[in-house]
Structure formats: structure tokens, C-alpha cells
């Protein structure tokens, strides 16, 4: 704060003024709040009581001595409460204006033209700081977290496959049951003979005969039987008749 006031007497302003204004603000400052700049009024003729302006990194302090310099009146601002600020210059010095969102404006008359173009600066930039956080910051670099190559892998599940031991079949006959296929192998079973129930041809009288030998040709015309045997089974009747 010391070497900011430094600065700032520098600029044609009053000492007197500016350490009776240090004085009551040490008081008034809050934690990490720093004085960017401190403007006074010089008016063409004598100045006794002038009116000052304070902007700090969290606020805009307007100081308006009373009770003929025996007190001080202050006023505060934050910068979030700030809607803009204007500089308006004149032959006999300059006019600081800032306006708040809540539609009410202050301005602060015959300021040197150096101080207030530095109080227009200093304001501009607190309220680029408050529109865009993000470029005044410091960039934070985001620690990347090394990937572990076995947890993002799928686990491969192998797929075993049983083989089952076959055996080649060389004898067809080996599937089918005798007994259910119902094939009887004569040269096997020589000895048993089918039993039959149909009577012998010699014993059939020529009405017989002649009626199986028509049943015979039904099935030949429905093709249940070969033409080779019906002519045997032919042959074999008419020989009885």
C-alpha cells in the first residue's frame, strides 16, 4: 500500500489530503483488500474540503469530508453491484462517473485529467475481471490418471468344446433291430417258414381261382405288383384250372 501512495503523490496530488484519507481507510479495509488507486478533487480555486474516490480490488470507496473536515462520510460499492463507469473531460479537469445495477450514478467533478484516467483504468479492469474469471486465472492442469491396460481389456473366456469319442458303424444291420425292422433273413433261418394262411391252388375250386387271378390283376393295374409277377402268379393259376 506504501509504494501505490508513492505513485500516486507523484501526480500532483495533495499529501496532506491523501494521508488524512490513508488514515481513517486502514481501519476500513477488509482482509486481502489492497488500494489500487486514490483520486482527489482539485477545484479551480481554493480547494479546502475536497471530495475523493477510492477503488480497491473489491470495491469503489467515494470519501466526502463533513462537520468542516472534523469527520468523513463513506460510501462503498462492490464491484459486483458496479454496471459501468465513464470518464468525461473537460477544460478545468475531468468527470469519473459510474453507474450500479440498480439504476443509481455518482460522479466525482474537477478531477486532474492523469488521475482520472488511471481511476477509469483501474475500474475497467476489475470489471473485465468479474465478465470473464476464466482469462484472468491461473490455468489449471488436470492431472492425467495413468489407464490400467488390464481393467479396460474385456477377460477372454475360452470356450472348451468336449470331443466325444464315435465309433464307426461297419454293419448296418447293427442299427435297425431285427425284430422291429421285421426283415427275416432266409438263409439264416432256413428252417422256419412263415406260417401261411392261404389255402393251396389245388385245393380252390375254378371260381376261386379265376377270382384271384382278377384280384391279381387289380393289383397289377395299381401298381402294387411287378408285370414279371403277375405273370407267374398267372401262369402258376392257370395251370390248376
Same mark, same amino acid.
Request: aromatic content about 6%; charged content about 30%; overall charge negative.
Given at each position: 500500500?506504501?509504494?501505490?501512495?508513492?505513485?500516486?503523490?507523484?501526480?500532483?496530488?495533495?499529501?496532506?489530503?491523501?494521508?488524512?484519507?490513508?488514515?481513517?481507510?486502514?481501519?476500513?479495509?477488509?482482509?486481502?483488500?489492497?488500494?489500487?488507486?486514490?483520486?482527489?478533487?482539485?477545484?479551480?480555486?481554493?480547494?479546502?474540503?475536497?471530495?475523493?474516490?477510492?477503488?480497491?480490488?473489491?470495491?469503489?470507496?467515494?470519501?466526502?469530508?463533513?462537520?468542516?473536515?472534523?469527520?468523513?462520510?463513506?460510501?462503498?460499492?462492490?464491484?459486483?453491484?458496479?454496471?459501468?463507469?465513464?470518464?468525461?473531460?473537460?477544460?478545468?479537469?475531468?468527470?469519473?462517473?459510474?453507474?450500479?445495477?440498480?439504476?443509481?450514478?455518482?460522479?466525482?467533478?474537477?478531477?486532474?485529467?492523469?488521475?482520472?484516467?488511471?481511476?477509469?483504468?483501474?475500474?475497467?479492469?476489475?470489471?473485465?475481471?468479474?465478465?470473464? /474469471? $476464466? *482469462?484472468? =486465472?491461473?490455468?489449471?492442469? &488436470?492431472?492425467?490418471? !495413468?489407464?490400467?491396460?488390464? +481393467?479396460?481389456?474385456?477377460?477372454?473366456?475360452?470356450?472348451?468344446?468336449?470331443?466325444?469319442?464315435?465309433?464307426?458303424?461297419?454293419?448296418?444291420?447293427?442299427?435297425? /433291430? $431285427? *425284430?422291429? =425292422?421285421?426283415?427275416?433273413? &432266409?438263409?439264416?433261418? !432256413?428252417?422256419?417258414?412263415? +406260417?401261411?394262411?392261404?389255402?393251396?391252388?389245388?385245393?380252390?375250386?375254378?371260381?376261386?381261382?379265376?377270382?384271384?387271378?382278377?384280384?391279381?390283376?387289380?393289383?397289377?393295374?395299381?401298381?402294387?405288383?411287378?408285370?414279371?409277377?403277375?405273370?407267374?402268379?398267372?401262369?402258376?393259376?392257370?395251370?390248376?384250372?
Amino acid at each position: 500500500m506504501i509504494d501505490n501512495l508513492k505513485k500516486i503523490l507523484n501526480e500532483d496530488q495533495d499529501p496532506k489530503a491523501i494521508e488524512k484519507i490513508t488514515s481513517k481507510l486502514s481501519n476500513l479495509l477488509m482482509n486481502n483488500e489492497e488500494v489500487g488507486y486514490i483520486a482527489v478533487q482539485k477545484k479551480p480555486a481554493v480547494t479546502i474540503l475536497p471530495d475523493s474516490i477510492v477503488v480497491t480490488n473489491k470495491r469503489i470507496i467515494l470519501c466526502k469530508p463533513k462537520n468542516l473536515g472534523l469527520s468523513m462520510e463513506f460510501i462503498d460499492y462492490d464491484w459486483d453491484d458496479i454496471a459501468a463507469s465513464f470518464v468525461k473531460e473537460g477544460i478545468l479537469g475531468a468527470d469519473f462517473t459510474f453507474s450500479t445495477k440498480s439504476d443509481l450514478t455518482h460522479t466525482v467533478d474537477y478531477l486532474p485529467k492523469n488521475q482520472a484516467r488511471k481511476l477509469y483504468t483501474y475500474a475497467k479492469e476489475q470489471l473485465d475481471l468479474l465478465k470473464n /474469471p $476464466v *482469462a484472468f =486465472s491461473a490455468p489449471v492442469v &488436470e492431472e492425467v490418471k !495413468p489407464i490400467d491396460v488390464a +481393467e479396460t481389456q474385456p477377460e477372454i473366456v475360452e470356450e472348451v468344446v468336449e470331443e466325444i469319442e464315435t465309433e464307426e458303424v461297419t454293419n448296418f444291420a447293427e442299427i435297425i /433291430p $431285427v *425284430a422291429q =425292422s421285421g426283415y427275416r433273413d &432266409e438263409k439264416q433261418h !432256413p428252417d422256419e417258414q412263415p +406260417e401261411s394262411t392261404e389255402r393251396k391252388l389245388s385245393d380252390l375250386s375254378q371260381d376261386e381261382l379265376f377270382e384271384k387271378l382278377q384280384n391279381y390283376k387289380k393289383l397289377l393295374d395299381n401298381g402294387l405288383i411287378m408285370q414279371g409277377e403277375y405273370d407267374a402268379l398267372k401262369k402258376e393259376i392257370l395251370s390248376h384250372m
